[in-house]
């Protein structure tokens, strides 16, 4: 049965809510520390470096497997065993002693998270009635940015003073209070779709999913921002070094970036509820590439913190829509597969976009890294530019 309006059901809202913050804090908690956790069990660099990428190579096909195993039964009971999932990978790793160990718990780590942000996502989108889609989907981007704020530094306090099983510790538990939480979600708020048609869950229908334009927008922009931003924080340090910067100044502006992507999540999606979800895609791409291509050339503290801080509002203000047009071009049966693309589309930008800018950046400069990063954000405005001229509904 679906859920009832936001308006009636702020509680299930707040609960679900709470459930992605727990449900994304994990990877956060890993990403400052997973290299070096490796390389400490006897791994190369070039090793560790697999090892990281082991999550998203195995979490990309597993955000879309499992989007439409949601769509067959229901958000709840995947949801559940996601989270238990990765509670019990998140202790694993803590009995890791060599690195064929860690490589084979960043395998099912990754099949574990695969669950948890269709079933997220999916579930919040039946939260929201069709005006109030655009803030709801505001909320899901607020918990998911809250992680990234709390997640960065946490992580490298409690390595620090306790080491890295305390951090592996702290994310199983939190994962497993987030799996009690979905518990007590009763079963008729988040229950059984009905089964889609054999086409609606095959090969051939999730590629056609791309030819709607809101769509096709959707995933276009977040790979692209998320290619951006995957370049991003593997530049930003070198960069930062370059004029003198330690790695407390990375994460000052990290945080400013959170701290903006946060506060301008709810209001950016009622303003795509009033006015549409492309023009305030069409805003938010135009700040970001604003914002990306002149960074490269400061190189003050203050000057980065204000591109760093519209960079955040960039995000903050395509997030709800994007996310929200998943929403508007999809029906109920298939909305688990649409939200699993569009995570995996996510994890596919930062995996690729990590990598890449940081070999553009080796070999042409750091400057050349970040203005690639810019660049890309050319190809969903394209992809807004050719929905406008095929007036789509929203």
Known sequence: MKLQTVKSNPVILGILAGITFLGFIDTVLLLPIIALYAESLGATVGIAGFIVGLYSITNTPANIIFGRLIDRVGKKIPLIAGLIGSSVNLFLYSLCRIPLHLGLVRVSHGISGGIIGPATMSALSDCASEGKRGRVMGVYGMAIAGAHMVGYPVSGVIATQWGYNAVFYLASGLLFLGALAAMALPDHKIGRCKPPAAEITSIKHIISLVKRPGLRVAYITIISLYFSFGGLITLLPFHLREYGYSAMHVGILLGIFSVFFILFQVPMGRLGDKIGRLKPVVLGLVVSLTALI??????????????????????????????????DFSSEDERGVCSGVYHALLTVGVAVGAPLAGGIGQWLGIQAGLLACAAVMIFPLLAVFDALRNKPAR
């Open 294 to 327: 002149f960074l490269p050339f400061l190189g003050n503290i203050v000057t980065m913190s204000i591109a760093m801080a519209f960079f955040g509002t960039a995000f903050g203000t395509i997030f709800p829509s994007s996310s929200s047009l998943i929403i």
